[in-house]
């Protein structure tokens, strides 16, 4: 099992520039999350998905989309790049979403935003 | 919104010390979690804590869910070079099914000298 794999490790995007983060899993989980960490503040979730076809916003949405055509996949876009959203990015996925399934991350996708 | 209050920020301690951190919170959760991240990487569980009062070890570490609900602490015994990294807790608020919420403490980030 490779896990979660996000792709790519490192971007640097202009202002109003798009990109579209990948993340994939192969635990067949249900559940999918993306976060941003900004230094000091912890994991701030952007949105999640519990199945194929369903997402919903998360505490930080505002600038960002998703989709999830597959139970495997979950692509964070960002359509007009900004300066705030300079952060590290991660995907998460679970089996459930109870406290008994925790979450499985992926190594995260650093993000400059210039 | 819910917060966690995670200290200290950061730890700068010598190869064999314990240490000691904690989280508090105005809120009530069901379920503490702390997760360790090493440089590069996502997060990684560590200990789950399901009942307040709740002592669980995981090897050198030991977290204790507190009889409050309110708060959550974690104990490294005899720390080592590997023992580097920032560690979250996380508390799981709310009811299966759908109103759960997941909130994430800012970190604290240790250093070990060797």
């Known amino acids: 099992n490779a896990g979660v794999t996000q792709t790519p490790k490192f971007r640097i995007l202009k202002i109003g520039q798009s990109m579209t983060l990948q993340c994939t899993q192969d635990?067949?989980?249900?559940?999918m999350y993306w976060y941003r960490q900004d230094p000091g503040m912890g994991l701030k979730l952007i949105y999640y998905?519990?199945?194929?076809?369903?997402?919903d916003k998360g505490e930080v949405p505002n600038g960002y989309n998703v989709s999830r055509s597959t139970t495997e996949d979950f692509p964070l876009r960002l359509e007009l790049a900004a300066p705030s959203q300079t952060s590290v990015y991660f995907c998460?996925?679970?089996?459930?979403?109870?406290?008994?399934?925790?979450?499985?991350f992926g190594n995260g996708t650093r993000l400059t935003v210039t | 919104g819910q917060q966690l209050n995670q200290s200290p920020q950061s730890m700068f301690i010598q190869e064999g010390e314990d240490v000691s951190m904690n989280c508090t919170s105005s809120?009530?959760?069901?379920?503490w979690l702390w997760y360790k991240q090493d440089p590069g990487e996502g997060p990684v569980l560590l200990i789950a804590?399901?009942?307040?009062?709740e002592l669980t070890s995981n090897g050198r570490l030991t977290a204790q869910f507190g009889i409050t609900r309110k708060d959550s602490f974690l104990n490294i015994s005899a720390s080592i070079p590997s023992d580097v990294g920032i560690y979250f807790c996380?508390?799981?608020?709310?009811?299966?099914?759908?109103?759960?919420?997941?909130?994430f403490g800012k970190g604290t980030k240790l250093t070990v000298n060797p």
């Open positions: 635990m067949n989980h249900n559940y």
């Open positions: 996380a508390g799981l608020s709310g009811t299966q099914g759908g109103s759960e919420k997941l909130v």
């Open positions: 804590l399901y009942k307040a009062g």
């Open positions: 809120s009530i959760f069901n379920t």
């Open positions: 998905s519990v199945g194929a076809g369903i997402t």
């Open positions: 998460a996925s679970s089996y459930s979403r109870g406290g008994n399934s925790p979450l499985h």
